[in-house]
T-cell receptor, first 112, second 114 residues
């Protein structure tokens, strides 16, 4: 059983479209995250949720909207996609904020 | 604010040689430190973590790291490299509390040659 699973794994879309990435964890963790990895492999946090509440919201365009329907799910919706949004997006979860995070396999988003 | 600096974006070693990947941290509070590995087209896998217990931390796949407060370092080592160790390695730091997050270094790509 995959601990943190994201769908889709690959996403190719045109500029201006709206897309969503879904994430589910079956570890019973209370905290979930979205990280972005750019073309130079640099990883940066975007959002974190603890028990469905938004805890961290880094400097991310408001075209990005996370939603956590329950503790086990954290989805990411992106409006009006731009070329610069092309990256790999990772979902992760942890128990509490300071414990190690478990990562999904990533979603490679390509905007053309 | 917390940060980590990884020295060397690319390290190449021969199979069987010592692996040393460097990480220095900056933190105003006692940090939690992590090393993650990323294989091509995969997610990040935790190698090991330091959470203020033993300063020498052993991880998976024969890796270990030593927390040195005086040097603000958390270097990753492995006595003998294997071809399968070729990957991207990330050092990360976090604080404590619900609002904590992992702050990653820029990564070090490890190449293992015959």
């Amino acid at each position: 059983d995959t601990a943190v699973s994201q769908t889709p794994k690959y996403l190719v879309t045109q500029m201006g479209n709206d897309k969503s990435i879904k994430c589910e964890q079956n570890l019973g963790h209370d905290t979930m995250y979205w990280y972005k990895q750019d073309s130079k492999k640099f990883l940066k946090i975007m959002f974190s949720y603890n028990n469905k509440e938004l805890i961290i919201n880094e400097t991310v365009p408001n075209r990005f909207s996370p939603k956590s329907p329950d503790k086990a799910h954290l989805n990411l919706h992106i409006n009006s996609l731009e070329l610069g949004d092309s990256a790999v997006y990772f979902c992760a979860s942890s128990q509490g904020g300071q414990a190690e995070a478990f990562f999904g396999q990533g979603t490679r988003l390509t905007v053309v | 604010a917390q940060s980590v600096t990884q020295l060397g974006s690319h390290v190449s070693v021969s199979e069987g040689a010592l692996v040393l990947l460097r990480c220095n941290y900056s933190s105003s509070v006692p940090p939690y430190l992590f090393w993650y590995v990323q294989y091509p087209n995969q997610g990040l896998q935790l190698l090991l973590k330091y959470t203020s217990a033993a300063t020498l931390v052993k991880g998976i796949n024969g890796f270990e790291a030593e927390f040195k407060k005086s040097e603000t370092s958390f270097h990753l080592t492995k006595p003998s490299a294997h071809m399968s160790d070729a990957a991207e390695y990330f050092c990360a730091v976090s604080g404590t509390g619900t609002a904590s997050k992992l702050t990653f270094g820029t990564g070090t790509r490890l190449q293992v040659t015959l």
